[in-house]
């Protein structure tokens, strides 16, 4: 399938909260359980934060929060429909049910040479299909000019979040102990630019 991808407006946060929720769930539950990933997903995907993060994406030139639906034949390329980056609505109007997937990255806070990718999440039911390589491909291309590699952090059980960033040319550099309990793992991946 062929994806169009495009900067994300505060319109589309119920649908990326949405998308987490299904995507933890499919990778997450087995490794924290239910209760846990619901808790987790709660918090960290408050629709109110969701539309603070996609709003100082928009205001500014080192961070992207990106969406992906399906194209259409009439669409000509991913470019961004709406490059205003003061608009927070209308361009995800009507489309917010078509989105599979979202990534989020921006400088990391520890070493402006590196990007972060902070979250990238597609729905359980598009995995294999090039959503979340879509995605990545677009993160990469935005800050290739700017960073010499791209961070992330996954954890050591997601077998389907490791070997798909494996599989996209991203080293292990790190393992430590993650926030999220006692014996749960985190691995920390990187990958030039």
Sequence with gaps: MDWT??????????AVREIARESWHAAY???LGPDTVADVTDDWYAIEELEVSIRKSRETDDEEFLLAVPARADEASDADP???????????????????????AGLHPDDPTAAYLVRLYVRPGTWGEGTGTALLERIEATFEPTCDRLRLTVLADNEIGVSFYESAGFERVQTRQSDLG?????CIYEKAL
């Excluded at 709406?82 to 989020?104: C, K, M, Q, R, Y």
């Design 5 to 14: 991808i495009r900067r994300a407006t505060t319109d589309a946060a119920p």
């Design 29 to 31: 539950d087995d490794i």
């Design 82 to 104: 709406d490059p205003n980056p003061d608009a927070t609505a209308s361009s995800d109007a009507g489309v917010s049910a078509e989105i599979e997937g979202f990534a989020h």
């Design 182 to 186: 006692d014996g749960i793992d985190e």
